[in-house]
């Protein structure tokens, strides 16, 4: 459904992307996240065909985003970051409007009763709640009937429960034969919803799997915690550990594997007494952080 390859863009005094590939299969949620700043929104908007890239390719549909605008605008479904329209603008009008752009509209009523704005159709969207302008805002970008949908930091702003209500209605968007591309800052967003994800830092991929293919990357890591008077070099030798942290008294060890039994020998074998020993396992938010350390714009 999308293809881009070695996608470069640069701003007059920044390189927004760098080399950025990645494929979309019809069906799939497939979500990009990464910092802000990480050029996410830049990708998406060469792939709406917004902005020209200055290098590599972007193909929708097997057409041009540039070239074949008109072809590729019939069948993306765009919802772009911080969206607007009038506050006097009428539900029903904005519908309206939209569905003139248009050659095969979807049926207006039908996409209020489907997004639940039904008794809003005469409120103005300056009226609206923000769940209500988010819904509003995903039945426009389905007016066209697109094959594709491209929401971009759809949930942001919205509270934990109009944010889970959106969820369910993207996974309706699939459940309808959309392919959906979602930019996202939010993990368990992606976790929740996406087929596949890509990492997205200072415009490079830095990671592209299945939800839980980064979850398993996540789970390989832990993190021992104690309390105690130890020489970091016994630890820092084994094959299992990775890295030692202290400070003060405490003392924070990462690894794979068996973690907790080789270092518990160890401390046992030079009969070091520790304290709080404790096991963490590494959170997605840690292999995110892990993946675009250092990485922010
Ligand atoms: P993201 O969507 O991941 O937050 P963006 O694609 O919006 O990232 O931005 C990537 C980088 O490009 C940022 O450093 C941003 O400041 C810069 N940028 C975005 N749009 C422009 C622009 N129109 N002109 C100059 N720099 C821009």
């Known amino acids: 459904m999308i293809e881009v390859k070695n996608l470069h863009k640069q701003y007059p005094n920044h390189v927004a992307v760098h ?5 979309v299969a ?23 065909g917004l902005r020209v890239p200055d290098g590599g390719t972007v193909s929708v549909l097997g057409l041009d985003p540039r070239r074949d605008a008109k072809e590729v605008r019939q069948s993306l479904g765009v919802q772009l970051q911080e969206s607007s329209l009038p506050d006097n603008l009428k539900v029903w009008e904005a519908l309206d409007l939209y ?6 509209p979807a049926n207006p009523d039908r996409l209020l009763e489907d997004w639940g704005l039904t008794e809003k159709r005469n409120s103005p969207f300056g009226k609206l ?6 819904r509003l805002f995903i039945a426009l ?15 942001t702003g919205l509270d934990p429960q109009a944010r889970r209500d ?19 800052h939010f993990m368990e967003e992606a976790e929740r919803l996406c087929d596949r994800v890509a990492v997205i830092a200072k415009g490079r991929v830095v990671a592209l799997d299945t939800p839980a293919g980064l979850i398993a990357q996540v789970e390989s890591t832990q993190r021992l915690r104690f309390r105690g008077e130890v020489d970091e070099r016994i630890l820092k030798d084994l094959p299992e550990v990775s890295e030692v942290h202290r400070t003060g008294d405490q003392v924070v060890v990462s690894g794979t594997g068996e973690l907790l039994q080789v270092v518990s020998l160890v401390l046992a074998r030079h009969r070091i007494g520790v304290r709080d020993l404790r096991l963490e396992r590494a959170s997605l938010d840690d292999v995110f952080t892990h993946l675009t350390e250092g990485r922010t714009s």
């Open 19 to 23: 080399d950025v590939s990645f494929s």
């Open 26 to 48: 019809e069906g799939e949620i497939f979500g990009i996240i990464g910092p802000n700043g990480a050029g996410k929104t830049t990708t998406v908007e060469c792939v709406e």
């Open 99 to 104: 569905c003139s752009f248009y050659r095969k």
């Open 129 to 134: 709640s923000g769940g209500q302008k988010q």
């Open 141 to 155: 970008a389905l007016v066209g009937n697109p094959r594709i949908a491209i929401l971009d930091e759809l949930t």
């Open 166 to 184: 959106t969820w369910d209605l993207i996974e309706g968007i699939r459940d309808s034969g959309v392919t959906v591309v979602l930019v996202t």
